[in-house]
């Protein structure tokens, strides 16, 4: 139900966008978050969404340099990546909550599969 595109190998400094495309759920009623999950470590938030964009929250981790968005009408979230750097590497996921608070705390009603960011230095 979630499918998320466009990972991939970026040098340091340069920039990706995310795509998550949302299939049978009603994209309106979810809030919608980012997380990433590097190999042997915990699952961290990246972004969140509410379910019309009003509020957006970036940890201070990526402050500055990650935007999260949405477009109801195409039922997508996106994460634009820019200034990436090694630790960014990880695999990404795009996730749906019920409830902005919960995307907040890291409850998710649905999460993608996630795709892969790889910055090399």
């Known amino acids: 139900q979630l499918v998320e595109s466009g990972g991939g190998l970026v040098q340091a400094g340069g920039s990706l966008r995310l795509s998550c495309a949302a299939s049978?759920?009603?994209?309106?009623?979810?809030?919608m978050a980012w997380f990433r999950q590097a190999p042997g470590k915990e699952r961290n938030l990246v972004a969140a969404?509410?379910?019309?964009?009003?509020?957006?929250y970036i940890p201070d981790s990526v402050k500055g340099r990650f935007t999260i968005s949405r477009d109801n009408a195409k039922n997508t979230v996106y994460l634009q990546m820019n200034s990436l750097k090694p630790e960014d590497t990880a695999v990404y996921h795009c996730?749906?909550?019920?409830?902005?608070?919960?995307?907040?705390?890291?409850?998710?009603?649905?999460w993608g599969q996630g795709t892969q960011v790889t910055v090399s230095a």
């Open positions: 996730a749906a909550s019920a409830f902005y608070r919960e995307a907040l705390n890291g409850k998710y009603d649905y």
């Open positions: 049978e759920l009603t994209f309106t009623s979810y809030a």
């Open positions: 969404i509410t379910w019309n964009g009003g509020l957006t």
